[in-house]
């Protein structure tokens, strides 16, 4: 996004609107802010690991004198050339635009593209690609019958096929194409999110279409019917620019306080409308307006002896504020603090220092020029539903294209902190529920009645694909469950209301319930059956009654995984040292020490000549191995003696593995150990041998 319409952070070190070509906060007589550039990326989301080539193609107006693209990976610029149609295209191979990609995150920044003004740098643009990776499951895909349009529908977004280039207007998606999203589904969402069909270079923008709450400082609306809501549509939250799509993210939080936020007439707030004026109550996801746009305002300002106040960065507001939760109708008036604006809004805090005198309001005043909030606290609506509309040109979406976009959309139900690309940057993120501090929940599912999608894991190594008998896995989705519960000792089949079916035989199979130990709105454990038939299986998570997710895994009579100390599959295993000292003295220890920081492996000692040293391991995924001469054991590449490979008597579905610990690797230091059951591999592990 071009850094003069991207949501832009008030820190050092960060471009700020209009900053290239005027260095301040203030606009240029040559506004290179005014400049629009569109494009079309094909293919439209990338393949992890794909080869082949991006082909981008921009529109620019005004036309740059010239275009070119310097990627991260280093390297001379590369001109684009411009056709005699008057675009511009250029091919980059897929590798160069998912270099340096994170799996999960479903965005890649991988250059810029430079626009140019004679010899002058007028327009510096972040060149980001939507990556399709393993970790987003295919999902089931309904094709919707119509006899006009084309349109498809999986649990979190319904496709829809339009040909016409609406991103290119600066209007948007016209009313005539949105209230389509009402031929294919009921009238039962507050916020429909339309996401165009290319890239254009701008931010999200909110449009309002229903008011009925009293207290904001705007007046009644109802304009629904035009797009084809009766009763319930609030607003329409668009998206220029699909590149920009993760409904986890705060700016969603930020758009759909554009409903509530921020109206109120008073005189010290109006210089910031649509967003609040420099001041404290600038700290939260509304932010300030700076050229036209909406920025974050990161700072916590301290007054000082002579009136003026320095800023202290904070960090990026990741909530809601209290006089927008108040707005929101999730907090009461009275906890409402004090807040105050600058009379000079020209400022700029990057300099660290702001200047008074300043205008202070509290909720009182409020009150006085908008009048009570109704519905009050207590009343007001806390859980909304939003919907996703894809649109796409000359064809629908492909099944991983889908994917995509469905594990995009159902980020924005989770009730935890999630990794994100946000822009040029990797971070954490608060999703809606959180930004409310816990206050609302947002509803991203479209259809209640089609599967999510659901990534099944071994519990102990979280490699996905191939699951055992009698082994203990984790499926990871959305919309799970409503609750976190843990089982107790007698591990049920259905529990907080969620259950787990595994069908094998590629879902030909009979419905087999689980035991599970664990579930949550992210995340559910369970035991694969004993009685689970190697080859493809369906595994399908149901939630009140509901299919909420499935997803493919094969069954496979021996998946070896070994649990590691971090929970995650990696580092030091989660494993006790057995020590036989002369005498036949038994001592127990662990192979682990865990700190803040996370664990690491503890130092081990063979000890004297007389003594022996064992690993035990725990793993899952094992138990089936034909035979005990079939379980091998490599320390640093060493075969190590293993003298027991089978079911742990405390716990189902866990495995335990006694290895011995050679007296060759003295003094090794840290090492790798690996489990090679029946020919396969288990995930990599490290100790430390002194």
Known sequence: MSFCRQKVVLMPAVALACFLTTGSLLPAATNYCDWKAKAYFEPRVLRKGQTGNVRFTFWFDPVPTRVELSLLEGGPSIPVPVSANGSWTIEVPAEKAL????????????????????????????????????????????????????????RHVLNLREDTAHFFQSTGVPVDVL?????????????????????????????????????????????????????????IVQFPNDNFFDLAEPALSHELGHRWCCFLKLPALTPGSPHWPMGDVAYGIMGITVGGEGAQFPYRLLVQGDGTYRTQYLGVPDEFNDLELYLMGLLPPSQVAEHFVFQDQTQNPMTGTLRGPVNRFN???????????????????????????????????????????????????????????????????????????????????????CPGGLVNVSSASFRRGSLAPDSIASAFGFGLAATTQVAGS???????????????????????????????????????GSAAVAGPALVKVVFRG??????????????????????????????????????????????????????????????PESDQLFLELYATGIRGRSDLSAVHAYIDGIESEVLYAGSNPNFAGLDQVNVRVPRSLAGRGVVKLVLLVDGKTSNEVTVQIR
């Not at 010899?119 to 972040?126: C, F, G, I, K, Q």
């Not at 492909?398 to 469905?406: D, H, I, L, T, V």
């Not at 529920?433 to 509803?443: D, F, I, N, P, V």
Request: proline content about 6%; aromatic content about 10%; hydrophobic content about 40%.
């Open 99 to 154: 270099k340096g990609y994170q799996e999960g995150l479903g965005h890649n920044f991988f250059g810029y593209m430079d626009e140019y003004d004679g010899t002058v740098l007028a327009v510096r643009s972040n060149l980001i690609v939507n990556v399709w990776d393993e970790t987003m499951p295919l999902v089931q895909v309904n094709r919707l019958a119509h006899p006009t349009f084309q349109a498809q529908m999986s």
């Open 179 to 235: 209230k389509r999203f009402y031929l294919f589904r009921p009238d039962d969402f507050d916020f429909l999110g339309v996401v165009g069909e290319g890239v254009a270079f701008a931010n999200r923008y909110y449009q309002g279409v229903r008011n009925d709450t009293q207290g904001l400082g705007s007046a009644p609306t109802n304009t629904g019917a035009a797009y084809g809501s009766a009763n319930r549509l609030q607003g």
């Open 363 to 449: 909720i009182n005043d409020v009150i006085a020029s908008a009048g009570q909030r109704v519905p009050a606290t207590g009343s007001a609506q806390t859980a909304f539903r939003f919907a996703t509309m894809v649109l796409s040109r000359n064809r629908l979406l492909e099944p991983f294209e889908m994917a995509f976009f469905e594990y995009m959309a159902a980020r924005g139900e989770a009730m935890t902190q999630l990794p994100a690309a946000v822009g040029v940057m990797v971070t954490t993120v608060k999703p809606f529920h959180l930004s409310t501090r816990g206050k609302a929940t947002l509803s991203t599912t479209v259809c209640p009645d």
């Open 490 to 528: 007698s591990l049920p089949t259905s529990l907080g209301e969620v259950s787990v079916i595994v069908n094998d035989r590629g879902g030909a199979g009979p419905d087999l319930l689980s035991r599970l130990t664990f579930v949550s709105p992210g995340q559910v454990n369970y035991l694969v």
């Open 546 to 607: 509901k299919v909420v997710a499935s997803g493919q895994v094969v069954i496979e009579p021996v998946v070896p995984a070994l649990y590691t100390a971090n929970g995650n599959g990696l580092g030091v295993p989660a494993a006790r040292t057995i020590r036989i000292s002369s005498g036949n003295v038994v001592t127990y220890g662990l192979a682990f020490q865990c700190g803040a920081s996370g664990c690491t492996p503890l130092p081990l000692s063979l000890g």
